[in-house]
């Protein structure tokens, strides 16, 4: 299974509930006339988002966002991408898209677990820094996690900054801890609260 993720930040001047109702209107569209190897979509408001900076004059404070887009395949993603601002989904699309300021966006791969996003409380982040090797911690990560609802997700395929790897879980497990981790790796807990899960 692939996750499109489509992290962004709303536009100066565009108040949250204005954005958080676009947003919704959007996945509900998705869910309404699923596009061929669509498996729903979640869309979370974030506590922080370290990855990707305000859009100029944007407020620096505003919340950021992270949108979970389920494929079957990478067929999925291009009907994906076609269907999300075709007939059936335009309108909604521009809606939040004119709205939007600062976007980037990955793909990742299941490697483990549960593959709902929403059923996890915290998403821990890992990251490599540059300048180290790049001894893999993939092996260590999934230590402690529990398969049936916790999920280990590795990046594939990036299209903006994004970290390596995402592990949603309950709690942060003894996999993440910096004591465990390789070094150059570090591991960045983000706390989440689900906009829409469809």
């Given amino acids: 299974m692939l996750a499109y993720l489509s992290w962004h930040r709303p536009a100066a001047a565009v108040q949250q509930a204005a954005y958080e109702q676009a947003l919704e209107r959007f996945h509900r569209s998705l869910a309404h006339r699923p596009p061929s190897g669509?498996?729903?979509?979640?869309?979370?408001?974030?506590?922080?988002?370290?990855?990707?900076?305000?859009?100029?004059?944007?407020?620096?404070?505003?919340?950021?966002?992270?949108?979970?887009?389920l494929l079957n395949d990478w067929a999925a993603v291009g009907v994906l991408e076609e269907a999300a601002v075709a007939r059936g989904h335009e309108t909604a699309h521009h809606a939040i898209a004119t709205r939007a300021g600062a976007t980037t966006g990955s793909i990742y791969r299941l490697l483990e677990g549960c593959s709902r996003p929403s059923a996890?409380?915290?998403?821990?982040?890992?990251?490599?820094?540059?300048?180290?090797?790049?001894?893999?911690?993939?092996?260590?990560?999934?230590?402690?996690?529990?398969?049936?609802?916790?999920?280990?997700?590795?990046?594939?395929?990036?299209?903006?900054?994004?970290?390596?790897?995402?592990?949603?879980?309950?709690?942060?497990?003894?996999?993440?801890?910096?004591?465990?981790?390789?070094?150059g790796w570090i591991a960045r807990s983000v706390t989440r609260a689900v906009v829409w899960d469809g």
């Fill in 120 to 183: 996890a409380g915290v998403a821990v982040w890992v990251a490599h820094e540059p300048g180290y090797d790049r001894d893999s911690p993939a092996a260590l990560l999934g230590d402690g996690m529990d398969p049936a609802s916790d999920g280990l997700w590795r990046r594939c395929l990036g299209l903006g900054p994004a970290p390596e790897y995402c592990l949603l879980a309950a709690a942060a497990p003894a996999g993440v801890a910096a004591s465990r981790l390789p070094q």
């Fill in 38 to 69: 669509f498996r729903g979509s979640v869309a979370l408001r974030l506590g922080e988002l370290p990855w990707l900076a305000p859009a100029p004059g944007a407020d620096k404070d505003a919340p950021g966002y992270e949108d979970w887009y």
